[in-house]
């Protein structure tokens, strides 16, 4: 229910929801190496609630940040709202687009420690740290300019946004650590990216699920959790940051035998249906699902192409359904969207048609044999 109500708020342009300082927290703790001296941007965080802006500014000192940035849009639903910590004073006006920029935390209350207290108060008291945009939109001017000032972005944008987003962090060559979902790994401005390495996985969120908090009354509510609070499953972090887990390798531990793993009809490739099954002696083509991306790395295997991608597909040669394939598909009660002159792979058992869900092309580098 959370991911269909997901749906529909996208549809809606109303996918604003913000992430937990836990799952922050969680994640970034594989990345310090890579923030020393850098400058971060944060340009789709309100201030007043941003949990990436109270990481980044809580821990400015132990990370060795050179600056901070935080920017928000006009009309954030929660800006000005309710806060954990009241940054800003009460004449600040609400709805307003804002920048926030940090050089330097230190221990200007004089109670021993640095923490966000010494942030609220720098704020309150220094007129350069806090200003106005005119609309805060990350597409336009005005933040395109603290973009090029940053060395890494770290945020979660808006998820009906994010072929835009990811787009213009490429276009300006930046360093990223962003939220996602895993639908956008097979997106056509994504998967490429993927495919060359320029992209990838992060940690990821336990369970790949995620519990963010939404400033709207009419989104699903997570059961287990507040009642202002969205559980979205197959939520991932998407970075060009290097870490350990993408250099682990897969524990191959399943043998190659053409009954388990029958071949599509319409293309020279294998289907494997879980990631745990993949053969460790096999060294063509295989179909894995999507969720195999959380186990990939670039040293094990090679990305051959997304078969959702219909011009790839065409490209590649994979022949089109027919219609003879279609009229069997649809005896059997299938009502998926698929038509005679679409390129999708496809098993054939048993006198059956089998659409196998989102699979993700790959080929193992170094095959072994025992």
Known sequence: MANKNLNAA????????????????????????????????????????????????????????????????????????ELTLPLFPTEEPKKKAHKLVI???????G??????????????????????????????P????LLKEADIVVTNPPFSLLREYIAQLMAYDKKFLIVGHQNALTYKEVFPLIKENKIWLGYGFKGAAA?????YEDIA??????????????VIWLTNLDHNKRHEELDLVCRYSPEQYPKYENYDAIDVAKTSEIPYDYSGIMGVPVTFMYKYSPDQFEIIGNPSDMDWSRGQGIKPMGKETIELLRMQGNKSHVTANMCSIYLKSKGKILLPYSRILIRNKHPRQL
Not at 118 to 140: A, Q, W
Request: aromatic share 12%.
């Open 111 to 140: 109670d021993g420690v640095v923490d966000l207290t010494d942030v609220e108060y720098l704020i309150r008291n220094d007129k350069n740290v806090l200003s106005t945009l005119e609309t805060g939109d990350f597409r336009s």
């Open 221 to 234: 509510t997570a059961g287990d959790h507040r009642k202002d609070m969205i559980r979205v499953s197959g």
């Open 142 to 145: 005005e933040c395109i300019a």
């Open 10 to 81: 996208k549809k809606a342009k109303k996918d604003e929801f913000y992430t937990q300082i836990s799952d922050i927290e969680r994640e970034l703790q594989h990345y310090w190496p890579h923030f020393r001296g850098k400058t971060v941007l944060c340009n789709c965080d309100d201030p007043y609630e941003s949990h990436f802006f109270k990481y980044f500014a809580g821990r400015f000192n132990q990370l060795g940040l050179r600056k901070l940035i935080c920017t928000c849009y006009n009309g954030s639903p929660i800006q000005g709202g």
């Open 211 to 215: 519990h963010f908090t939404s400033p």
């Open 103 to 109: 050089t330097e935390v230190t221990d200007v209350n």
